[in-house]
C-alpha cells in the first residue's frame, strides 16, 4: 500500500486492545519478528478501508488472534511523536473478557503471534516498551468512568491530569524477562526476520491527517462558528461555516498546541484549550462512498474538539479575524448553526455540547456519530434533541 505524499500534517494510525481477565491481569502477545520489543498488546495499524480505528482494532485482532473481540469503551487516545519516524495517534480500546470458549479458539497467526499470556498490571508494566507501558500502565491506573484519557506521548494532559500525576513512576523495562516462565513460548534461536526494515514500514504506512478545533459559547449558549474565506474547488463559492481552529503539523506540534495556535491564528486570542470534548473519525474515500475527495477527503481525517469555555462580550469585541483565510463570525444557536453547517459538523458540535455536560474524557464519534459503549452517566447528545441530529 502505497502511503499519501509525505508532508508536515501527515501521521499514522493504529488500534490495539486491553482485554481484562477476572483477576486483574491483561493479555499481552509475543512479536516473533520483534527482536527489540518482543511483547505488545493485540492491534496494529489502521488500514484506509477502515471506517474507524475501532474497526482497525477489531480486523487485527481476528487477523492475529483468530477471533472476533466484543470492544467496550475507548480506553485512550495518545498522540506519539519521535524524531526517527512520523508522528502515530494510538488508540487503546478495552475489550470485553473473553469467555472460556473465546480463549479456547484463540488461534495466532504464526507471523504475526509467537505467542500469548496473561499478565498483571505490575508485569506488563516491566514487559511492555516504554511508552507502550506508560500507555496501558495509565489506563489500567485511572477510573474507568475518567475514560477516555487523553495522552501525548504516552503521559497524561488535558482532564486526564485530575486523576493521574504528569510524570507518573515509570516500570523497569525488562521485556521478555518480565514475563513468568516460557508463558510466551521460547523465541526461536535467529527469530525470523522482519517482513521489511524499519525505514520501509513507515514509508510505505498510509497516513492520515489531523485538525484542532474549539467549541466556544456565550452566556446564552450560542455557538461561535467563523466563516473560511472561498476556495477554488467545487465547494469553494458555497459558504462554509466552522468551528475556529485548523489543520494539525503533525510533525511538530500535538493537537492541544494546534488548537492554541489556531485560536491566536484565527482570532487574535491567547487562550488554553480546556478539556478534549470530541474525537471525530472522518473516514475517506476508501472506506466510506460519501467522502469527497475534491474537498480533501482522500484519506481519513481526525478531529479534535476542544473546550473553549464562556466567552464575554469584552472578549469577542477583541476578534482579530485572519483576513486570508476567515470572512466572518458569528455566535449562533442550536437551530442556526445546525442551519450554517454541514451535516457531520454539526453532529460533532451536538455531540461536544453535550460532553461539556458530563464528566470523563472526549466522546468517540466517526462523521460526528458516537459510536462504541457510552461511558458516564447518560448516553451523548441527551440534551440535544434527537430529531436535531437526524439528516
Known amino acids: 500500500m502505497q502511503a499519501s505524499g509525505a508532508t508536515g500534517r501527515e501521521m499514522m494510525a493504529a488500534a490495539g486492545v486491553l482485554f481484562p481477565d477476572g483477576d486483574g491481569r491483561v493479555l499481552v502477545v509475543r512479536l516473533p519478528y520483534d527482536r527489540k520489543h518482543p ?9 484506509p478501508a477502515d471506517r474507524s480505528p475501532r474497526e482497525t482494532a477489531l480486523r487485527e485482532i481476528a487477523e492475529e488472534l483468530g477471533f472476533t473481540p466484543r470492544l467496550g469503551p475507548l480506553a485512550c487516545v495518545d498522540w506519539a511523536m519521535s524524531p526517527t519516524r512520523p508522528p502515530i495517534v494510538a488508540y487503546l480500546y478495552w475489550g470485553e473478557p473473553l469467555t472460556a470458549e473465546q480463549v479456547a479458539a484463540i488461534r495466532p497467526d504464526a507471523a504475526e503471534v509467537g505467542g500469548w499470556v496473561w499478565l498483571t498490571a505490575e508485569e506488563a508494566g516491566h514487559a511492555l516498551p516504554p511508552r507502550l507501558s506508560r500507555r496501558v500502565t495509565a489506563c489500567l491506573r485511572a477510573p474507568r468512568a475518567d475514560g477516555p484519557l487523553e495522552l501525548e506521548d504516552s503521559r497524561p494532559v488535558g482532564h ?23 508463558a510466551l513460548g521460547v ?8 517482513p521489511m526494515d524499519r525505514d520501509t514500514y513507515y514509508a510505505t504506512r498510509p497516513r492520515i491527517r489531523a485538525k484542532a478545533r474549539a467549541l466556544f459559547t456565550d452566556g446564552d449558549g450560542r455557538v461561535l462558528l467563523v466563516r473560511l474565506r ?3 474547488g467545487p465547494r469553494g463559492l458555497v459558504p462554509y461555516w466552522t468551528l475556529p481552529g485548523g489543520g494539525v503539523e503533525a510533525d511538530r506540534e500535538t493537537p492541544r498546541t494546534a488548537a492554541r495556535r489556531e485560536i491566536r491564528e484565527e482570532l487574535g486570542w491567547e487562550v488554553e484549550p480546556g478539556r478534549l470534548l470530541a474525537l471525530d473519525w472522518q473516514p475517506g474515500a476508501a472506506a466510506d462512498p460519501g467522502a469527497d475527495p475534491a474537498t480533501g477527503r ?18 469577542l469585541g477583541t476578534i482579530a479575524l485572519q483576513e486570508q483565510e476567515l470572512v466572518e463570525w458569528r455566535l449562533c444557536d442550536p437551530a442556526e448553526a445546525r442551519a450554517l453547517l454541514s ?11 453535550a460532553a461539556r455536560e458530563r464528566a470523563g474524557g472526549p466522546v468517540e464519534l466517526v462523521r460526528g456519530r458516537p459510536v462504541g459503549p457510552v461511558v458516564g ?7 440535544w434533541e434527537h430529531a436535531e441530529r437526524d439528516h
Open 230 to 232: 472561498p476556495w477554488d
Open 298 to 315: 482522500d484519506t481519513a481525517v481526525l478531529v479534535y474538539v476542544y473546550d473553549g469555555g464562556a466567552v464575554t462580550e469584552e472578549l
Open 343 to 353: 451535516g457531520p459538523s454539526w453532529d460533532r458540535v451536538a455531540a461536544a455540547l
Open 160 to 182: 486526564t491530569l485530575r486523576v493521574l500525576p504528569a510524570e507518573g513512576p515509570v516500570p523497569e523495562y525488562t521485556g521478555l524477562a518480565a514475563v513468568p516462565g516460557s
Open 377 to 383: 452517566n447518560r448516553p451523548v447528545g441527551e440534551d
Open 39 to 47: 511483547v505488545a498488546v493485540p492491534g496494529g495499524g489502521w488500514e
Open 187 to 194: 523465541p526461536a534461536v535467529r527469530p525470523p526476520e522482519p
